[in-house]
């Protein structure tokens, strides 16, 4: 039996590494590969960024989303994995990638969410504050069991802007005009909350408030 070189099962050892451990990239030759870390990103997403393999697996899901919906459609990524403002209190992280199976639910809110921004319905300095949600940080976070963070199908959004009343009525009235009138052809899901943050997700035609409850919905008004 001939005796098989060290250099060569080193060869064999390295190329089943890559095929079997190597996170697939979703940009191709058409889109360009993202730049996850921005000059003003935050020193808490940097130093997310550098632990284990968080900046592969986040680079994966930003290719993802901007092959399917562009890249000026995509909000940064720090803002897309960005989890719940009680992390910190739910011994959580601030940041994490959803599971890849649960990658495509994303599409249609954040369709619906460009389309909003576009029309003016909301401010342009709207940002995207709370994605995806594991089920123990949800149920921490006073999240519906059947929250559609669980499913990364929502966001909540936010504007600096809101800090002022007028501005802050003003934006709830035009988006629950459109929930009223075109909310059934996007599955528009809309909570609106007393501090302003407003949820999205099309995953179903229904809105609440206060609760969780169509009862304390702003747009019962």
Same mark, same amino acid.
């Given at each position: 039996?001939?005796?098989?070189?060290?250099?060569? %099962?080193?060869?064999?050892?390295?190329?089943?590494?890559?095929?079997?451990?190597?996170?697939?990239?979703?940009?191709?030759?058409?889109?360009?590969?993202? *730049?996850?870390?921005?000059?003003?990103?935050?020193?808490?997403?940097?130093?997310?960024?550098?632990?284990?393999?968080?900046?592969?697996?986040?680079?994966?899901?930003?290719?993802?989303?901007?092959?399917?919906?562009?890249?000026?459609?995509?909000?940064?990524?720090?803002?897309?994995?960005?989890?719940?403002?009680?992390?910190?209190?739910?011994?959580?992280?601030?940041?994490?990638?959803?599971?890849?199976?649960?990658?495509?639910?994303?599409? @249609?809110?954040?369709? %619906?969410?460009?389309? %909003?921004?576009?029309?003016?319905?909301? @401010?342009?300095?709207?940002?995207?504050?709370?994605?995806?949600?594991?089920?123990?940080?949800?149920?921490?976070?006073?999240?519906?069991?059947?929250? *559609?963070?669980?499913?990364? *199908?929502?966001?909540?959004?936010?504007?600096?802007?809101?800090?002022?009343?007028?501005?802050?009525?003003?934006?709830?009235?035009?988006?629950?005009?459109?929930?009223?009138?075109?909310?059934?052809?996007?599955?528009?899901?809309?909570?609106?909350?007393?501090?302003?943050?407003?949820?999205?997700?099309?995953?179903?035609?229904?809105?609440?408030?206060?609760?969780?409850?169509?009862?304390?919905?702003?747009?019962?008004?």
């Amino acid at each position: 039996m001939k005796k098989i070189s060290l250099p060569f %099962l080193l060869i064999i050892a390295m190329g089943l590494q890559m095929l079997f451990f190597a996170t697939p990239s979703y940009a191709s030759s058409k889109h360009t590969v993202a *730049s996850i870390e921005k000059r003003n990103s935050s020193a808490s997403f940097k130093r997310w960024l550098k632990r284990g393999f968080n900046r592969r697996r986040a680079i994966a899901y930003e290719n993802y989303l901007i092959k399917h919906l562009g890249r000026n459609n995509v909000p940064r990524m720090e803002q897309m994995l960005l989890t719940a403002r009680s992390w910190r209190q739910c011994r959580q992280s601030q940041y994490q990638v959803p599971p890849r199976y649960l990658w495509h639910k994303m599409l @249609p809110t954040l369709r %619906l969410y460009v389309k %909003l921004k576009r029309r003016g319905i909301l @401010p342009r300095d709207t940002y995207v504050r709370s994605t995806y949600r594991n089920p123990r940080l949800n149920s921490c976070a006073g999240g519906a069991r059947r929250s *559609s963070h669980r499913a990364n *199908s929502a966001v909540d959004i936010w504007s600096p802007s809101f800090h002022s009343r007028r501005v802050k009525r003003r934006t709830q009235n035009k988006i629950c005009k459109f929930w009223r009138q075109q909310g059934r052809r996007y599955n528009f899901g809309l909570g609106i909350y007393r501090t302003g943050s407003i949820h999205i997700d099309a995953t179903e035609y229904r809105m609440w408030g206060k609760k969780h409850t169509m009862r304390w919905s702003y747009c019962r008004r």
